[in-house]
């Protein structure tokens, strides 16, 4: 198949037409709108730091669904311990700026370029982006972030300043994501950190279905309110 140019148009061709490696299109912009067009759809951005922006929808995908998770008995004692303090949404910024400047001081490099930073920022404030803080005597240990649309929570990254801490955020996540009545998590691709946690592989087809049904059945839901976040 091939990668498909983006125009100014706010539009994206059918994700069941990315190549194998999930590559599906390149250009566009990160307005708030063309990413919430994108996650909809079963799409993402994902690119390095002075290369155009590259949308992908990977199949297989990998995903979590809410009552499939599993918590390792060593985290699960970690939990009871009660040694990090866990809150939503009360350091979006931080946590997002901390995953993008956590992989550059490994040498990995990092997807989070600036301009994201700013377009995931702005999806905050409009009710969208979420984050998981994880703190250890009132300062910031760990986190996550993502985004929700309809009963879909989609997972974009994760940083660990102290031991297992993104790992407690996640398991906070996902139990409130449970009592929330979600139908799935998002992961994008393959990892074997995820798949201790019950995460398993479905076709992008599938994977789409659910994405339809879910936002169809709950559109609203999406923005998660802030106060569920609080």
């Not at 599906?24 to 990160?30: H, N, P, R, S």
């Not at 599938?206 to 339809?212: G, T």
Request: charged share 25%.
């Amino acid at each position: 198949m091939p990668v498909f140019q983006l125009t100014d148009k706010l539009i994206f061709p059918p994700a069941e037409l990315a190549e194998k490696n999930g590559l599906l299109a390149i250009g566009g912009d990160l307005s708030p709108e063309r990413l919430l067009l994108a996650y909809r759809s079963g799409i993402f951005p994902w690119y390095s730091e002075g290369d155009p922006i590259l949308w992908w929808s990977p199949s297989p995908r990998l995903v979590i669904f809410p009552a499939e998770f599993k918590i390792p008995k060593r985290l699960s004692r970690l939990e009871r311990q009660g040694k990090y303090t866990v809150t939503m949404n009360h350091a979006y910024r931080q946590v997002i700026t901390a995953c993008a400047t956590t992989d550059k001081r490994q040498g990995k490099g990092t997807w989070i370029t600036g301009e994201m930073v700013e377009a995931y920022c702005t999806l905050h404030d409009m009710g969208y982006a979420h984050s998981v803080e994880c703190w250890l005597d009132d300062k910031l240990a760990g986190g996550l972030y993502g985004i929700s649309l309809g009963s879909i929570f989609f997972g974009e990254s994760m940083y660990s300043k102290q031991p297992n801490s993104s790992k407690i955020g996640l398991v906070h996540l996902v139990k409130k994501l449970q009592e929330w009545n979600f139908d799935l998590i998002d992961c994008q691709m393959k990892t074997e950190h995820l798949m201790q946690f019950g995460a398993r592989e479905i076709s992008g087809n599938y994977f789409r279905d659910l994405l339809d049904k879910s936002i169809g059945r709950s559109d609203q839901k999406g923005k998660l309110q802030p106060a569920l976040f609080s």
